[in-house]
């Protein structure tokens, strides 16, 4: 039978976590919403309703080989303090059974993504829905847009999904090649 490796790395209850200099790669080949790093503050059967994930560093990792790069998912606002900062995303793809996104959000508070390379091919960049995400940080990232780019569920994509699911985001200095300069905030380029 298959080998079935659904995220290669989950965070449902941590604190003061550093994941630092890693490779991580190949999973989600017949996993369903598979992705590399998954953080979603809950325990099964929500048995454990004081989990939550807390002062996250995730940095300097390559991630590659995956349906999709990073899910935050966390629509009671208890992941807070998460920072992803200079990692290299690579082969991101449909090809691994997913949607071949860097970044599906609902909810949290307090997240950085920052100086990031995200070589992807799903149509979708970051997608958003449920709960807003309080006190979003957006810069200095690499990534193609591929189509919607940047997308939340009932909202156009561009600054229509970033007022609606990150409001009061910093989203600056990032590179976005193929997104429309028109649909996006000012002071990156497109």
């Known amino acids: 039978q298959a080998w079935r490796l659904r995220n290669l790395v989950e965070l449902r209850n941590a604190e003061r976590v550093v994941i630092d200099g890693n490779v991580l790669e190949h999973n989600g080949s017949s996993a369903a919403s598979a992705t590399a790093v998954l953080v979603m503050p809950r325990s099964p059967d929500n048995a454990a309703p004081w989990a939550r994930v807390e002062h996250v560093q995730f940095t300097n990792n390559i991630v590659r080989h995956a349906p999709a790069g990073l899910s935050i998912v966390d629509p009671n606002r208890t992941a807070s303090d998460i920072v992803v900062r200079n990692n290299l995303f690579t082969d991101i793809s449909v090809n691994y059974g997913g949607a071949g996104r860097f970044l599906l959000i609902t909810g949290g ?28 940080t957006f810069t200095h990232n690499i990534m193609p847009a591929n189509g919607d780019g940047v997308i939340g569920d ?12 990150f409001p009061g985001t910093v989203w600056l200095d990032n590179v976005m090649p193929g997104a429309p300069a028109a649909t996006y905030p000012t002071g990156n380029a497109y």
């Open 109 to 136: 508070q307090d997240v950085t993504i920052d100086h990031n390379t995200v070589l992807q091919d799903g149509s979708t960049v970051v997608a958003a829905f449920g709960a807003p995400v309080l006190a979003f």
């Open 154 to 165: 009932g909202t156009n994509p561009g600054t229509d999904t970033l007022q609606r699911y």
